[in-house]
């Protein structure tokens, strides 16, 4: 069936990201948000493209990341380009910081299963990172450096994104999408407001939400919000080249001497509030890090809802029902799956052939094993 019409629900950088590769198909796009496009988690994050820093282990999971991040130039400069934006990528490189032996242990197997997987990474005792970061911890035993691990601005990757994807024609209307229709086993379109949308596609690119959108085929337990909050601090001058992590959080430093720190990961529900002990948690542990942060200002504290999953991986390409996609889930690692989802949904939408094997990411993928 030749694709001419597609509605893609939600407005985050998923929906913007599939709606700008859609139409650069020529395909006619309509992106629905119920707020701003890409008000929540988008904005919400830290702008951490970290495939090595946050992997757990090889797969298909970290083969989706390293690809998405290897897409990461061209589509900074593409954007740059359709929206004048510049999202601030920046190739800065992470430092994994342990303060204990058992993070020493943990750090130096991780150094070893990814050097066999030829990618960069080395473990730096605490003279040699603190050459690398001045202004870390003196009690910092050691750390993983992860030099192909960068950032971006995410804000700036939002508003660019939503531009590009208006530049080039894509439709974006507000309001509250009531759920998916459905025809004869297929969906059809959307129920906007008691209006009904037709196309011949449907993407669900809805976040935390996914699971709200009726008909979607999404369980309420298979997407949910887990709630993180920040903290941004103010320097006069950059303290911090690279990004900084340990198990409790991270610090992300921009050109312009502001540092974001965070986050606490909670299952609360779509309470967003920012809360004392989750602001004291962050202090502390961007403290214990880089203790000059200690008469830095703090300018400003949010919170955002990531689309958790259980096994901590998206739900990419066709749904439950023909004509229905799926890009949500993407937990910890949106900004980062940006480009990749983009590229991967929109050739499902068309009946291409995903250049990545979709399999380990379908919404029907078996629940991760208990561990005895």
Known sequence: MRVSNVIVVGGGIMGCG???????????????????????ASS??????????????????????????????????????????????????????????????????????????????????????????????????????????????????????????????????????????????????????????????????????????????????????????????????????RILTSEKGYLVPRADGRVIAGSTMELVGFDKQVTAAGLARILDMALELCPELGSASVTDSWAGFRPWTEDKRPYLGEGPVPGLFLATGHFRNGILLAPITAKLVAQAVLGEKPTMDLAPFRYDRLPPRAHA
């Open 18 to 40: 599939i709606a700008l590769r859609l139409r650069q198909a020529g395909v006619r796009v309509t992106v629905l948000e119920r707020s701003i496009p890409g008000a929540e």
């Open 44 to 241: 919400a994050a830290a702008g951490m493209l970290a495939p090595q820093m946050e992997s757990d282990g090889p797969g298909p999971f970290l083969e989706l990341c390293l690809r998405s991040l290897g897409l990461y130039p061209a589509f900074a400069a593409e954007l740059r380009e359709l929206s004048g934006v510049d999202i601030a990528y920046r190739p800065c490189g992470v430092l994994k910081v342990a303060f204990t032996e058992t993070d020493l242990h943990h750090l130096d197997a991780t150094v070893a299963w990814q050097r066999a997987m030829g990618l960069r990474a080395e473990l730096l005792d605490g003279t040699a990172a603190r050459a690398l970061e001045p202004r870390l911890s003196p009690k910092a035993l050691a750390a993983a450096h992860f030099p192909d691990d960068h950032q971006v601005d995410n804000r700036l990757l939002v508003r660019a994104l939503s531009m590009a994807a208006a530049r080039v024609g894509a439709e974006f209307r507000s309001g509250y999408v009531r759920g998916v229709v459905h025809e004869a086993g297929r969906a059809v379109g959307v129920d906007l407001d008691g209006e009904v949308l037709r196309a011949d596609a449907v993407v669900l690119a809805a976040g935390s939400w996914s699971a709200l959108v009726q008909g979607a085929g999404v369980e309420p337990k298979a997407v949910r919000p887990a709630r993180g909050q920040m903290i941004q601090l103010q320097t006069r001058l950059p303290v911090l080249e």
